[in-house]
C-alpha cells in the first residue's frame, strides 16, 4: 500500500538554490494538494489541482511553482530558495468518489534553507 | 475570507473526556474533517460531518452545526497514544472543492 509517496524526505538548501519535492500517488485520484506546515503551526494550502493538466493557487503560492502532467505526479518546484521557506511540505491527495472527503497524506519533506 | 478557530492547547486527564471546538468562516461549506497529527508524523483521517449532528467512530465523536458554523471533536476514554495536535478542515463547496486547515489544537495528556 504505497498511497502517496514524497521525495526527498529531508533536504538542506542553500538561499538561491533551487529544487524539486516530487509527489506520486497510485490510488488515482483526482485531486492533490501540497501544504506547508510551519513548526508549532497549522497546514497552509501551497497549490492544489483538481485533475491531470489544471493546476491552482492556494493560500501561499509565492516562490513556488507546480505542474501536473499525469494523475499520480504533482511535483513542487522551489525557485530561488528563501530563509522562509524553510518549512515541512506534505503532499497529499483525495479522491472524488466514494471516500472523498478524506485527505491522504505523504510522509512529508523536511527542507532547511540556510 | 476564510477562516478557522480552534483553542491552540487543551489539557486532560488519562481516561477523561474532552471537547475541542471549531468555528469557521467560510464562503461555502460542504463539511467539517478532524484530523490527527502526532509529532514528526503526517496528519491522518479522524472524521468527517457533511450534515448537523454527531458522528461516533469508537472513542472519537465529532459533532456538527451548519446553522452555528461550529463544530467539535470529543475524545472519550483518553490514552497517553492521544497526545498530538488535532486539525478541524473545511471543504469549501465551489468550482475547486478546497480544503483549508485550522491552526490545530495541541492536546495534552495529564497520567
Known amino acids: 500500500n504505497a498511497g502517496v509517496t514524497q521525495t526527498p524526505k529531508f533536504r538542506i538548501l542553500k538561499i538561491g538554490q533551487s529544487m524539486t519535492l516530487q509527489c506520486t500517488q497510485d490510488?488515482?485520484?483526482?485531486?492533490m494538494y501540497w501544504y506547508r506546515q510551519d513548526p508549532g503551526m497549522g497546514l497552509k494550502l501551497i497549490y492544489y489541482s483538481v485533475g491531470a493538466g489544471i493546476t491552482d493557487k492556494g493560500e501561499v503560492p509565492n516562490g513556488y511553482n507546480v505542474s501536473r502532467s499525469t494523475t499520480e505526479d504533482f511535483p513542487l518546484r522551489l525557485e530561488l530558495a528563501a530563509p522562509s521557506q524553510t518549512s515541512v511540505y506534505f503532499c497529499?491527495?483525495?479522491?472524488?468518489?466514494?471516500?472523498?472527503?478524506?485527505?491522504?497524506f505523504g510522509e512529508g519533506s523536511w527542507l532547511t534553507v540556510v | 475570507g476564510q477562516s478557522l478557530e480552534q483553542p491552540s492547547e487543551v489539557t486532560a486527564v488519562e481516561g477523561a473526556i474532552v471537547q475541542i471546538n471549531c468555528t469557521y468562516q467560510t464562503s461555502g461549506f460542504y463539511g467539517l474533517s478532524w484530523y490527527q497529527q502526532h509529532d514528526g508524523g503526517a496528519p491522518t483521517f479522524l472524521s468527517y460531518?457533511?450534515?448537523?449532528g454527531l458522528e461516533e467512530t469508537g472513542r472519537f465523536s465529532s459533532f456538527l452545526s451548519r446553522s452555528d458554523s461550529y463544530g467539535y471533536l470529543l475524545l472519550q476514554e483518553l490514552q497517553m497514544k492521544d497526545s498530538a495536535s488535532y486539525f478541524c478542515?473545511?471543504?469549501?463547496?465551489?468550482?475547486?472543492?478546497?480544503?483549508?486547515f485550522g491552526k490545530g489544537t495541541r492536546l495534552h495528556i495529564l497520567p
Open positions: 478542515a473545511v471543504r469549501e463547496s465551489g468550482r475547486d472543492d478546497k480544503i483549508i
Open positions: 490510488m488515482n485520484h483526482n485531486y
Open positions: 460531518n457533511a450534515l448537523d
Open positions: 497529499a491527495s483525495r479522491s472524488t468518489t466514494g471516500a472523498g472527503n478524506t485527505i491522504y
